[in-house]
């Protein structure tokens, strides 16, 4: 069993920051591919950001350069750091490992103009 707890979400206005977490426990060794993907409304879920354990990255055309994805490999966490948000960034949020194979909870994310 692997569990994935997401924390960092909220409301923020335009041109904001939000760090996002994302700790990952229970029946894993070693994670090679962890990631955020996002969900915004009427929509469907999207790549965001992954990062392997060796720290190779890749990201969204949408968020680069916004947006930077790091990892703590000893504490199987995943960061999503948020910059210059933008209204059509509002979604939830999802923490990935794998593929992706497993799932978080999911974690709302607000950008008012």
């Known amino acids: 069993q692997v569990q994935l707890v997401e924390s960092g979400g909220g409301l923020v206005q335009a041109g904001g920051s939000l760090r996002l977490s994302c700790a990952a426990s229970g029946s894993i060794f070693r994670i090679n591919l962890m990631g955020w993907y996002r969900q915004a409304p009427g929509k469907q879920r999207e790549l965001v950001a992954t990062?392997?354990?060796?720290?190779?990255?890749n990201y969204a055309d949408s968020v680069k350069g916004r947006f930077t994805i790091s990892r703590d490999n000893a504490k199987n966490t995943v960061y999503l750091q948020m910059n210059s948000l933008k209204p059509e960034d509002t979604a939830v949020y999802y923490c990935?490992?794998?593929?992706?194979?497993?799932w978080g909870q999911g974690t709302q994310v607000t950008v008012s103009s």
């Open positions: 990062a392997t354990s060796g720290g190779s990255t």
């Open positions: 990935t490992i794998g593929p992706p194979d497993y």
